[in-house]
C-alpha cells in the first residue's frame, strides 16, 4: 500500500505542477502546441531532451545488454555528446534561423515538397511501427515485474502486460494530446530529476550491500568478479569483431555508428523539437551542451546496473536478459521507495511516448494535412488535427507493443536495428542537403529509396555477415555516391542558402566552444581509462 501511495502522490504531483506553470499558456496556436511558444529554455530543454532518449528501453534494454556483455555499449551514450555538440555549434544555429517547426521543412526549402512528403511519412511510420511500441513494452515489463500486477489482481502475466501497455499508454495520450510540447517538456524535466536520483540509487544501493556499508568496496567486489565486463573496447562474449552477431564491435565507432548519432541528436524531429522550441539559441545551446554532459554519466544508470546484476545473479539471465534489471530493482531496493521509482520510471516512458506522439502529430498537421489535404486550415484547426492524429498513432501503438514479446537480439539491439531502416537513409539526405551544394532533388530521392531498400536486404533478407552498424557506414556511403552521380544527370535547379529571417535571436552562447572543447575531451578520457580493463 505505501508502495501505491508514493506512486500516486509523485505522479499526481508531476501532473498537478505542470498544468499549474502552463495554466496561462496559450495552447490554440501553432507555435504554441507544436512549440511551447518558442520559450523553452536551456534547463528545460536539457531534461526534456534526456528523459525524451532514456526511457525503459534504455533502463531495461541496454542494463540487460551490460549484463551479458559489458561496458562496451556504452558507446550507444558518451559518443552522443560528439553529436550534441555538432547540434549546439553547427545545425541548432541554423535551423533557428530558418525559423523551423519540423525538419522536414527544411528538405522542402532545399530540395522540394515531394522529398519532404517522403520524409514525413517515414518519420510517422518509424515512430509508429519501432518507438512507441517497444517503448510501451519494455515499460510494461518493468511495472508488471516490480508491482507484480498479474498477482495482485490474479490474472496471468500475459493479462497483466497488456493491461500495463493500456494504462500506460493513455494516460501518455492524455499528456500528449492535452498538452502540446511545453507540457511534455515540463513534466520531462521533473521526471528527469526523478529519474537521476532514483536511477543512481540503484547501483548505489546495490554496491552498498555488497560492501557492506561501503560503496567503493562494493566497487571494487563487482570489478574483482568480472574485471571484462568494466571494458568499454572489447565484448567478452563477442564472436567476433564486426560480426552480425557481435554486440557492439569497438570499429562502429568509426563507421555507422557516427551517422546514427549525428542523425538522432541533430536531425530527428522528437530531439529537435525541443530546439526549434527555445526562447532564443542561447538556451538552445545551453541544453544541448547540457544533456551531452549527461549523457556522458548516464552510463552510471543504464550500464553500471546491469554490471552489478551479474554479482547478483551470475549468468542465471543470460537467455532473459529483460527481466535483469527489475530483478536487480526488487534485489536492492527499500520497499518504501518502490512507487517513487516506478512513478519514475512511469515518467520516463512517459515522456518518450509523448515526444514521439507530439512529433508525429506536428509533421502530419503541418507536412501532410496542411499541404495536402486542407491547405486553408487555420491554426485552431491544425492543432484539433494534431491531437486526433496523436490519439490514433497511440492506439496503433497500444495495440502492437505486447506482440514484441522475447526479441531476439533484446528490446535495445532490435530498437537499434528497425531504426536502421530510416535513420540512415533521412539522415544522408539531410546531411546532403547541408554540405553538399550540387544534389538535386530527384538525386535526394533516389538515395532515399536506395538506402532503404539496400538495408532491408542486407540485413534482413540476405543477412550479410556483418554488424548492422557497419551497414549503416556502407548504406551511408553508397548513398552519397548514388545522390552525387543522380545529380551529374539531373542537376539542381532551386537555390538555397540558410538566411536569418528573425523568429528569435540566434547570438551564440559565449560558453558554446569551450564546453564543447570539454564534452570532447571527457568522451575521449571514458575511452583511453577504460579501454584496457580487464
Known amino acids: 500500500m505505501v508502495a501505491f501511495i508514493s506512486f500516486f502522490v509523485f505522479t499526481a504531483f508531476v501532473a498537478a505542477y505542470s498544468s499549474w506553470k ?70 541548432a544555429p541554423g535551423y533557428l534561423q530558418m525559423g523551423l517547426t519540423t525538419i522536414p521543412e527544411f528538405l522542402e526549402k532545399r530540395f522540394d515538397g515531394l522529398t519532404r512528403t517522403i520524409i514525413a511519412f517515414l518519420l510517422i511510420i518509424s515512430f509508429v511501427s519501432t518507438l512507441l511500441p517497444i517503448v510501451l513494452y519494455s515499460g510494461a515489463i518493468s511495472i508488471e515485474q516490480i508491482f507484480d500486477i498479474s498477482g495482485l489482481l490474479g490474472i496471468t502475466q500475459t493479462e497483466g502486460l ?29 521526471n528527469g530529476f526523478g529519474l537521476l536520483i532514483a536511477g543512481i540509487s540503484i547501483p548505489l544501493l546495490a554496491l552498498w550491500n555488497i560492501g557492506d556499508g561501503n560503496i567503493l568496496e562494493g566497487l ?16 567478452e562474449v563477442s564472436v567476433g569483431p564486426g560480426s552480425r552477431d557481435s554486440i557492439m564491435p569497438f570499429g562502429v565507432l568509426f563507421t555507422g555508428l557516427i551517422i546514427n548519432q549525428l542523425y538522432f541528436w541533430t536531425m530527428h524531429q522528437s530531439i529537435i523539437q525541443r530546439v526549434l522550441g527555445a526562447v532564443n539559441l542561447k538556451e538552445a545551446q545551453k541544453g544541448l551542451l547540457y544533456a551531452g554532459l549527461l549523457k556522458i554519466l548516464i552510463p552510471l544508470i543504464i550500464v553500471l546496473p546491469g554490471i552489478i546484476a551479474f554479482y547478483y545473479f551470475n549468468d542465471s539471465f543470460y537467455d532473459k536478459k529483460e527481466l535483469v534489471y527489475p530483478s536487480l530493482v526488487k534485489q536492492v531496493l527499500p520497499f518504501w521507495m518502490t512507487g517513487f521509482f516506478v512513478a519514475v520510471l512511469m515518467g520516463a516512458i512517459l515522456s518518450t511516448f509523448n515526444s514521439a506522439l507530439n512529433s508525429a502529430a506536428t509533421i502530419f498537421s503541418l507536412g501532410i ?38 526479441a531476439p537480439r533484446g528490446l535495445y539491439q532490435l530498437l537499434q536495428q528497425l531504426n536502421g531502416i530510416f535513420f540512415i537513409p533521412m539522415a544522408t539526405v539531410i546531411l546532403a542537403g547541408f554540405f553538399l551544394p550540387k544534389v538535386s532533388a530527384k538525386a535526394a530521392k533516389i538515395g532515399l529509396l536506395f538506402g532503404l531498400f539496400f538495408y532491408v536486404f542486407t540485413n534482413f533478407i540476405w543477412q550479410v555477415d ?62 583511453i581509462l577504460l579501454g584496457h580493463v580487464g
Open 369 to 406: 494535412y496542411k499541404r495536402y489535404i486542407n491547405k486553408n486550415a487555420n491554426e485552431n484547426r491544425l492543432v484539433k488535427i494534431g491531437k486526433s492524429t496523436s490519439a490514433l498513432l497511440a492506439l496503433f501503438a497500444i495495440g502492437i507493443a505486447p506482440f514484441i514479446a522475447h
Open 22 to 91: 502552463l495554466r496561462k499558456d496559450n495552447f490554440s496556436t501553432k507555435d504554441g502546441y507544436f512549440l511551447g511558444g518558442r520559450s523553452l529554455t536551456g534547463i528545460v530543454i536539457a531534461g526534456s531532451l534526456l528523459l525524451t532518449n532514456i526511457s525503459t528501453e534504455h533502463l531495461v534494454g541496454m542494463n540487460g545488454d551490460a549484463y551479458k556483455h559489458g561496458a562496451i555499449i556504452v558507446a550507444w551514450e558518451v559518443t552522443s555528446a560528439l553529436a550534441l555538440v555538432a547540434a549546439a555549434l553547427y545545425f
Open 466 to 527: 556483418m554488424h548492422y552498424v557497419h551497414i549503416w557506414g556502407i548504406e551511408f556511403v553508397l548513398n552519397i555516391m548514388v545522390m552525387l552521380l543522380v545529380s551529374k544527370f539531373y542537376p539542381r535547379t532551386n537555390s538555397f542558402s540558410i538566411t536569418n529571417i528573425g523568429v528569435v535571436d540566434v547570438t551564440q552562447w559565449k560558453y558554446a566552444k569551450g564546453f564543447s572543447i570539454f564534452l570532447v575531451v571527457a568522451t575521449l578520457a571514458v575511452y
Open 162 to 190: 497488456w493491461l500495463t501497455v493500456i494504462v500506460v499508454g493513455f494516460i501518455g495520450a492524455v499528456y500528449a494530446i492535452f498538452g502540446g510540447l511545453k507540457m511534455v517538456a515540463y513534466t520531462d524535466t521533473i
Open 220 to 235: 571494487r567486489l563487482v570489478f574483482e568478479k568480472a574485471p571484462e565486463k568494466f571494458n568499454v573496447v572489447s565484448d
